[in-house]
């Protein structure tokens, strides 16, 4: 070739591409990642508010019982157990809170679809928490009011 002719030089590449910004299907995908990490932390935290609940609530009702066992008294044991069915019911539906009477007991037997509070054992509680001394069938109200705390605490989702 001739040696006095243009010098030619060898070929240049361009530079690598810069990582930012990002190309648009990366930013989808952070915003996706983001929406999913906040999704999961909020239900992480609910999750963790309901057993923390259900924990109160059953301690709450195992205090009553406890307190029956030492003083055998079956109004003090329906006043308590009827306070802490209350509570629960009114996180189910707030309007259980007018509840009174036979309504009350209908709602109690609504959310467990049967009748063991409006003609079973459960009745007990709409007269005997204002008695001063009330005799019933306190194991069975146990365990109708646990089982109906535990059917219930299923269904409560706590928003907070």
């Given at each position: 070739?001739?040696?006095?002719?243009?010098?030619?030089?060898?070929?240049?590449?361009?530079?690598?591409?810069?990582w930012?910004?990002p190309?648009?299907?990366?930013?989808?995908?952070?915003?996706?990642?983001?929406?999913?990490?906040l999704?999961?932390?909020r239900?992480?935290?609910?999750?963790?508010?309901?057993?923390?609940?259900?924990?109160?609530?059953?301690?709450?009702?195992?205090?009553?019982?406890?307190?029956h066992?030492?003083?055998?008294?079956?109004a003090?044991l329906?006043?308590?157990?009827?306070?802490?069915?209350?509570?629960?019911?009114?996180?189910?539906d707030?309007?259980?809170?007018?509840l009174q009477?036979?309504?009350?007991?209908?709602?109690?037997?609504?959310?467990?679809r049967?009748?063991?509070?409006?003609?079973?054992?459960?009745?007990?509680?709409?007269d005997a928490?204002?008695?001063?001394?009330?005799?019933?069938?306190?194991?069975?109200l146990?365990a109708?009011?646990?089982r109906?705390?535990?059917?219930?605490?299923?269904?409560?989702?706590?928003?907070?």
């Open positions: 070739m001739n040696a006095d002719g243009p010098q030619l030089r060898d070929i240049h590449l361009p530079p690598d591409p810069s930012w910004p190309a648009p299907g990366w930013w989808v995908l952070a915003l996706l990642v983001v929406v999913l990490v999704w999961a932390g239900w992480f935290l609910r999750s963790v508010r309901r057993r923390r609940w259900h924990r109160r609530v059953l301690a709450e009702f195992d205090q009553a019982v406890a307190a066992a030492a003083a055998d008294n079956g003090e329906a006043a308590r157990v009827s306070a802490v069915l209350r509570r629960a019911g009114r996180l189910l707030t309007r259980s809170a007018a009477g036979e309504a009350w007991l209908r709602f109690l037997d609504d959310r467990m049967g009748s063991e509070f409006c003609s079973g054992v459960g009745r007990v509680l709409l928490p204002y008695r001063s001394r009330a005799d019933i069938d306190a194991p069975a146990i109708l009011s646990r109906w705390l535990q059917h219930a605490l299923g269904e409560v989702d706590v928003h907070a």
